[in-house]
């Protein structure tokens, strides 16, 4: 996935990231539309660290993550749907409200709708 401009990386700081994806996750776990997706994932510790990377590396446009999250996703794309991404993007833009300061969350939710579309039409197109 391409990386866009640095959003605000002198102003989003790592352990906010980390205590963001740790919220925004517990939460889609228990969302009745998302939590089969993530019931696979045995290992959360671990998934919290590699999601909070890849958020790392795509504000300040270079980090430690390494993965191919368009290639995951194409993999279960026979259990995805665009509902559910338009509900993770709801579930996301409430918890960077809630732990983030506006301006901060107003660039994540920004940021989230573009890789969100981004991998919608690598999915379903």
Request: charged content about 20%.
């Amino acid at each position: 996935m391409t990386q866009s401009a640095p959003l605000h990386p002198a102003q989003i700081r790592h352990p906010d990231l980390a205590r963001l994806v740790e919220h925004f996750y517990d939460r889609a776990r228990q969302d009745a539309l998302l939590a089969p997706v993530f019931a696979r994932i045995t290992d959360w510790p671990h998934h919290f660290r590699a999601l909070t990377a890849f958020w790392v590396t795509q504000l300040r446009g270079r980090g430690l993550y390494r993965g191919a999250p368009i290639a995951v996703h194409r993999a279960m794309k026979d259990e995805l749907t665009p509902a559910m991404f338009e509900r993770w993007l709801a579930l996301w833009d409430a918890s960077t409200a809630q732990v983030m300061g506006p301006d901060d969350a107003a660039a994540l939710q920004a940021h989230a709708r573009r890789i969100g579309a981004v991998m919608q039409k690598a999915i379903f197109e």
